[in-house]
């Protein structure tokens, strides 16, 4: 009984989702969320990048017996640099789910 009760509750969660209001709100929430994750990723990948950058600016300096380099000349940059690339990433995605759901609703109402 249980089981079944549970069955009929998914089938109902599902039947609701498949109304095109339902439907269009679920698609929209999923394009906002994929813009967010390749939003963390390009700014995390630039600031990985710099990291690297200054891991390897260090290991010349202590191998030529120079001074360490400021890790603020690498990381400051990288992070406006980020912020920059990873906004336009991730709203270059936002932008073309949220056009692709206007289009899918115009071309249903036809």
Partial sequence: M???ALRSSIADRIAAAREPRAAARLARALWVGWALIVWNVAFDQVIVRAGRDY???AGRAS???AARPNMDAFMRPA???GLWIA???GGLV???GLAS???ARRAAHR
């Fill in 2 to 4: 249980l089981v079944r």
């Fill in 55 to 57: 891991i390897a600016a």
């Fill in 63 to 65: 191998v030529s017996h």
């Fill in 79 to 81: 992070v406006s640099r």
């Fill in 87 to 89: 906004s336009a990433s």
């Fill in 94 to 96: 936002l932008l073309i």
């Fill in 101 to 103: 759901l206007r289009a």
